[in-house]
């Protein structure tokens, strides 16, 4: 007795990998990768949104204080998907503190995913002002 549901369909067509997409890393484990790169580029604060009444802050850990987010610097942009769920978007963005000149990541989802605070300060960033270095696709 076999199970029609295992065998093989003639007429089933092989997976095709995807071609990449700039700007566009996969996989569950590139949050990580990009990270770290990012660190090796000067980036290695974490900023943290927030809200001020109405306005979009991020917080600098070094500084240690909240900052407008359209005062930041925005060098460059990636975008992740989730490796199982392309609906898993994540925004990441290389930022400078506006007061303190350091270097960090501004981690965000982004979609269906994104909350009130990180709405706000992706809306609020400053223009993109380059490519990201090479990270992994």
């Not at 900052?67 to 898993?88: C, I, Y």
């Not at 009130?116 to 990201?132: C, H, N, T």
């Amino acid at each position: 007795m076999s199970d029609e549901s295992t065998a093989p369909s003639d007429t089933a067509t092989p997976p095709r990998p995807e071609e990449p997409i700039a700007g566009v890393a996969r996989g569950a484990s590139e949050l990580g990768e990009v990270i770290e790169r990012m660190a090796g580029y000067g980036y290695g604060e974490d900023f943290t949104a927030g809200l001020d009444g109405d306005a979009a802050v991020l917080r600098c850990p070094v500084c240690d204080a909240a900052h407008p987010a359209g005062t930041f610097h925005r060098a460059w942009t990636v975008r992740l998907e989730g490796a199982s769920d392309p609906d898993d978007m994540l925004h990441v963005s290389a930022l400078r503190c506006p007061a303190c000149g350091s270097g960090g990541a501004f981690v965000s989802p982004f979609g269906v995913n994104v909350g009130e605070a990180d709405a706000a300060v992706l809306l609020a960033l400053p223009d993109v002002e380059g490519s990201p270095p090479e990270l992994p696709a």
